[in-house]
Structures are given as C-alpha cells and as structure tokens.
C-alpha cells in the first residue's frame, strides 16, 4: 500500500473540496490512490456534498455563545446558499452547535472545529437540504475582563466587546452602538499605518485637482485625515442613542475602558454570484 502523504491530502481536499480527515481516511481506505478515493467517496455520496460545497454561501447568520457570568464569550458565522436556508431549524441547530464547540473547546480554527461529529453534521445537512453549508470564521474574547455581547434581531450581525468598568447595561449599549455604526478600530491610534498612508494618498490625490496651492492642499488632507480618523474609531463616534455625546466621553462618564471588538457581518467579503436567468435558459434552449 502506497504511503498517504500530507500533498495526496492536499489533491484530494483540491479535488473534492471535503475536509482533511476525511480525505485522509479515504486515501488510505483505498491504499494511496487518489482515483479510488474518489470513485469511494462519490459511491459513498460525500463526494456529491462537495460538489454542493463548491458553490459560493453567502448568507447565512452570527451566532453567539457566551459565558453566564459575561467573562467570555465566542461568535461564529455560518454560510448558507439562501436566505430561506439560513431559517431552516436544521440549520439553526447546526450553527449552534458549532458556536457551543468554539466557546467549549476555544478553538477557532473552522478545519479543526469541523472535525469528529460535527463535520458529519454539516455534510449530512448538506446532503438533505441540497444547498452548501459553510461555516466560516469564528472568534473567541477572553481576555480576564468583561465581554457584552449583542446580535441583531435577524441574526445577520453580532457584535462581542471586551471592556473594563461600566455594567450590564453599558456592554450591551456598546455592543448595539458597534452593530449599527461598524467602526474599524478602537481608537485613532489603532489604525493601520498601511490604511492611513492609503488614505491619505487618496485625500492627496483628491485635493490636487482643486488646483489650490500646496499649502493649502496639506491643510485640506490633514483635515481628511482627522475625519477620517474619527469616523472609523468607536470612541470618535457620536453614540446611536444620544447623537449630542461621543462615545469616549460616554465611557468617561461610567469610568470605563473599551479593549477589543469583534463584529461580524454575514458574507461581508463575499462576493455573491449573481443569477442570469435569461442567459441560463438561453443556454439551456441552444442545448436542447
């Protein structure tokens, strides 16, 4: 029997688009060759759940699995095909599940979250409701502080925020803020440098064409720059609830810290195919 070696794996997942165990055992099942592996895996029909793997998920929903005593907390996002999908309780089931795993087991790695029971969920499900079903990135806070959690009511955005003073009610008045305002970063000085020299080369670029002296043109990018700054930074932000306060003076007022975020989107990223209905039936009319 040939060796099964990590790039045979490596073909195999290429090929089938299955996971890494899975292709691992079906390689050595069939003593090394990738071909064999195949033909066993499609007899079998995981190999038709990877075809349906292949399509692109983009909706989907945010999950949240948090501790009791609010110290910590974990967030995962799940991909369907469809929004109809996405309501399916078996589907639900399915995202909770792999929520309750991260924040048990704090592993985040979607490969190794997906291995065991829960990976022969997911292709069960697969199987059963015809459509690819995707888990795609999860998050865990616990960082010895406290850790508000917030999920819109659709279940397409949630929101986890590490922070230090303050109460119950402020985290979540955060975690809402985060949801509705989606800034990048903390705070001014988090931002990356490679961002802001981005930026600010778009801003250059801009105020050139004003045809103003130079000057005048640094004026008018620093100005962007500070804008911007603001925009994208959480304690910069004027808070949903009260316009007239900005949230670092909110968290002044409750002697609070915010220390990291997590929102997450569903199929923010993705780029979704979008259906030619008329170019498929035409196509399927030339066929005929």
Do not use: W
Request: charged content about 30%.
């Amino acid at each position: 029997m040939a060796e099964v070696t990590a790039a045979m794996v490596k073909e195999l997942r290429e090929r089938t688009g299955l996971g890494m165990m899975e292709c691992k055992k079906a390689l050595v099942a069939a003593g090394g060759s990738i071909e064999q592996a195949i033909e066993d895996l499609r007899k079998s029909g995981a190999a038709k759940a990877a075809k349906k793997a292949g399509r692109v998920a983009a909706e989907g929903v945010v999950i949240v699995q948090a501790a009791e005593d609010g110290s910590a907390a974990a967030i995962v996002e799940i991909n369907s095909e469809t929004d109809f999908v996405a309501r399916d309780d078996g589907f639900l089931a399915f995202a909770e599940q792999v929520a309750e795993k991260a924040f048990s087991s704090r592993v985040t790695d979607i490969e190794k979250l997906l291995e065991g029971e829960l990976g022969a969920a997911r292709e069960n499900l697969v199987q059963k409701i015809g459509e690819n079903i995707s888990p795609r990135r999860a998050l865990i806070l616990d960082a010895g502080h406290q850790v508000a959690s917030y999920v819109h009511g659709n279940s397409r955005i949630g929101v986890l925020v590490d922070f230090e003073g303050g109460d119950a009610e402020l985290g979540r008045d955060l975690a809402m803020h985060i949801a509705a305002a989606s800034p990048m970063v903390v705070s001014p000085d988090d931002v990356p440098a490679d961002v802001l020299a981005k930026e600010r080369e778009i801003f250059a670029a801009q105020a050139q064409e004003s045809g103003k002296p130079d000057n005048i043109i640094e004026k008018m990018v620093e100005g962007r720059v500070r804008k911007f700054l603001e925009e994208v930074s959480l304690v910069k932000q004027a808070f949903v609830k009260d316009p007239d306060q900005k949230i670092e003076a909110l968290l002044k007022s409750k002697g609070a810290t915010v220390h990291s975020f997590v929102r997450f989107e569903v199929g923010e990223g993705i780029e979704k195919e979008e259906a030619d209905f008329a170019a498929e039936v035409m196509a399927q009319a030339r066929g005929a």
